[in-house]
């Protein structure tokens, strides 16, 4: 991952910890849509997350 973000390569935090502060919560609704809110953002896996959505 680190070679393929562009703005990673020079990332001295190791990303493996980043990703095991980043937060999921999935909220059900009763008409069986779920919510997804995300927590705990460093600018690692900000950029992850965002890459992997087509954010950029």
Known sequence: MRYE???MKH???FIKKS???????VK????????YIFANFDKINSL???KMNGIT
């Open 48 to 50: 992850i997350v965002a």
């Open 11 to 13: 990332v001295t935090k």
């Open 28 to 35: 059900f609704k009763i008409n069986g849509v779920k919510n």
């Open 5 to 7: 973000f562009e703005g």
């Open 19 to 25: 990703l095991k502060n980043l937060t999921l919560t």
